[in-house]
Nanobody, 121 residues
């Protein structure tokens, strides 16, 4: 079992910055990707950014150039630096991990509890 615990987020004005972090514990040795999803009221959960163990990153088009994802050397923590925030970034942000469980390619995902990010004047 993997446990994901988020911290950070909160309130920011348009144009401001926030960060969120996520620490993984438990059975972390199979993790090959970690990242962030978000869900705004009335919308489906969407990928924000993710990074593989090899450093390959993926960003949503809406956050490219504004958000930066990073992972620590032990691959047990993932952080997201969010700059130039706008109201459309308001959402609950969820930490996500993907583990490869066998050589046939089976995967399992884990989720954090979510942390609120609100952008408002």
């Amino acid at each position: 079992q993997v446990q994901l615990v988020e911290s950070g987020g909160g309130l920011a004005q348009p144009g401001g910055s926030l960060s969120v972090s996520c620490a993984a514990s438990g059975r972390t040795y199979n993790i090959y990707s970690m990242g962030w999803f978000r869900q705004a009221p009335g919308r489906q959960r969407e990928l924000v950014a993710r990074m593989t163990n090899g450093g390959v990153t993926t960003y949503a088009d809406s956050v490219k150039g504004r958000f930066t994802i990073s992972r620590d050397n032990a691959k047990k923590m993932v952080s997201l630096q969010m700059n130039s925030l706008n109201a459309e970034d308001t959402a609950v942000y969820y930490c996500n991990s993907v583990s490869r469980v066998n050589v046939e390619g089976a995967e399992i995902q884990h989720w954090g509890q979510g942390t609120q990010v609100t952008v408002s004047s």
